[in-house]
């Protein structure tokens, strides 16, 4: 009974995560448009759907809250209280309650915290005023006006460990291994019989099965897609208190979100984007005093939009503010000695001066920024995606960050090096070209150099010697020219192997930090070979080249 319980606890968890979802969006579309009453009635069902829930899996404590808040609905449906931004602010407060205890409840606990406890009271105090009157101002148990629901960030949504998928797709799937076992019967049969075996029929069997396992991996994957819509849709909530609290006025537009990626993308992408529109409520939304003397509207607009691009998913975050300042940005970038002539550098390179580490505009510490800690946490997370970031801006109008990212994390084309008898994988799409390393490179024995590649310079490395990989160089070494950033560099290697799919295993915990290596892979020979970080290793490159100088 209790793997049962716990099995029924898992999907109350999952179904709830669901329902306050769709109701935090309900609730703010409720505050653009308060006399929709379907509106309310959307969040009633959700309410009441847990409330019932709480009831068979023996909560009290949080089937007595949704009751409560059940019963504030149940005044603004009968419009004995009016929908006022103070109401929108208690039905924000009492979802963040309900998100709580539905947590509690997933790890075996039914509890009314403190703040739970104050909610209530609100509850209790707005349903006797509103009996009255038909609308309420809140208040706190001190008696001073409630202050707009704290700051969030969404909530972690551990539903993204599981997926709902089409049973179709499990038909297809239980299909495909049905067929695949027979080919392989038939493969084992003409084997053990290599006397009668027809070599034709052996090839056509084994081209037959590597067919169905093709199949059966572009299924696998797929089935693993899901779309950014929920992701996005979350940070609405976000946008909404983060403006409030700074005095500004924010609304969030999304675009793109049926576009689909690889779940495990999702899960890392939360982060950065949130990041992001913290730094453009912060920088970039200007107050609403000066948004009208400069002509725009009153409330800013930030816009998060996803696309796929050439294999890959492009997210942008927008906002029509002020746009980004080059005057404040080489200040400081020269007062922190982080470049001594900004002002010498294109307007990328300049801007890409925001995502370093310690790196911030802002005049005060705040709540929001000033550490300059944030867009360094988009560069890494995006980075260890396999990914690049970029902004662009126009003074006045706004700015944009960009990130392009793998459609997924699992599989990668991968360019097959050979350094001796070891194998690295390079990602293809960071590959530019191959080249013949001339023989007085080879000859001269250095670690590090610079070719002449069609009239421009191009730094390399031996990966042999970055590598410490024992045994002399050959008599032929090719140049990998990779590209990150708009920047290029080459890889000296003794072998070229050619593109192929490449299936990522993630390396143990004990190489995760191997600087340079991304991950492994298991090559048809049974061999191990690495995968190699190209960004990692270019910045390597750079901070060596550095102590150098």
Not at 68 to 77: G, Q, S, T, V, W
Not at 210 to 229: F, N
Not at 354 to 383: H, K, P
Not at 428 to 434: R, S
């Amino acid at each position: 009974m209790e793997i049962q319980r716990d099995m029924i606890l898992k999907s109350f968890t999952v179904e709830t995560g669901e329902g306050l979802a769709q109701m935090e969006e309900t609730i703010l579309e409720l505050e653009a448009r308060p006399e929709d009453g379907e509106l309310i009635q959307t969040i009633f069902r959700v309410v009441h759907t847990i409330k019932g829930n709480a009831s068979i899996l023996e909560l009290p404590k949080l089937q007595s809250f949704a009751h409560a808040f059940e019963n504030l609905l149940d005044e603004i449906r009968s419009r004995n209280l009016s929908v006022t931004p103070e109401i929108i602010n208690l039905m924000l407060a009492s979802l963040d309650i309900l998100r709580e205890m539905g947590a509690g409840a997933a790890k075996g606990r039914d509890e009314t915290s403190a703040r739970a406890r104050e909610v209530l009271g609100r509850i209790s105090k707005c349903i006797a005023g509103g009996a009255q009157s038909g609308s309420t101002r809140l208040e706190g148990e001190n008696g001073a006006a409630a202050e707009p629901g704290a700051v969030r960030t969404p909530p972690a949504n551990d539903s993204l460990r599981s997926l709902r998928v089409d049973v179709t797709k499990l038909d297809r799937l239980l299909d495909l291994t049905g067929e695949i076992a027979i080919a392989r019967g038939r493969i084992a049969q003409l084997l053990e019989n290599p006397g009668a075996a027809d070599l034709v029929a052996i090839r056509e069997t084994a081209r037959a099965a590597d067919s169905l396992h093709t199949e059966l991996q572009e299924l696998v994957l797929k089935a693993r897609m899901v779309s950014v819509g929920p992701l996005f849709r979350q940070y609405s909530r976000t946008v909404r208190d983060l403006a409030k609290a700074h005095g500004k006025l924010a609304r969030l537009e999304i675009e793109g979100e049926e576009v689909e990626v690889d779940t495990s993308v999702i899960e890392h992408l939360k982060d950065p984007v949130l990041h992001m529109i913290r730094n453009a409520i912060d920088h970039g939304i200007e107050l609403p005093a000066v948004r009208k003397r400069k002509g725009k509207p009153a409330s800013g607009t930030l816009t998060v939009r996803a696309a796929h691009e050439a294999g890959s998913i492009v997210i942008e975050v927008s906002d029509d503010g002020a746009g980004l300042s080059r005057e404040r940005i080489s200040e400081v970038a020269r007062k922190r000695g982080i470049f001594a002539e900004p002002e010498k550098l294109g307007e990328q390179e300049l801007f890409q001066l925001i995502f370093e580490a310690g790196f911030s505009t802002a005049s005060a510490v705040s709540d929001l920024s000033g550490r300059g800690v944030g867009m360094d946490v988009v560069r890494r997370n995006v980075q260890a995606l396999r990914g690049n970031v970029f902004i662009t801006s126009e003074p006045g109008a706004g700015s944009t960050v960009h990130i392009r990212l793998p459609l997924t994390l699992a599989i990668i084309e991968g360019f097959g090096v050979g350094i001796g008898e070891d194998t690295y994988v390079i990602p293809v799409d960071q590959v530019i070209e191959c080249v013949e390393l001339p023989a007085r490179e080879q000859n001269a024995g250095c670690r590090t150099g610079v070719l002449e590649l069609r009239g421009q310079p191009l730094p390399y490395v031996q990966l042999r010697e970055h590598f410490q990989t024992g045994g002399a160089r050959t008599m032929r070494q090719n140049v990998v020219v990779v590209e990150h950033d708009s920047n290029r560099a080459g890889l000296a290697v003794d072998q070229l192997y050619g593109a192929t799919q490449t299936v990522i295993k993630p390396l143990p915990h004990v190489f995760r930090n191997v600087p340079g290596v991304s991950g492994s892979a298991i090559l048809g020979n049974g061999r191990v070979a690495l995968i190699l970080d190209i960004p990692a290793l270019m910045r390597s490159f750079e901070a060596e080249a550095a102590r150098v100088a």
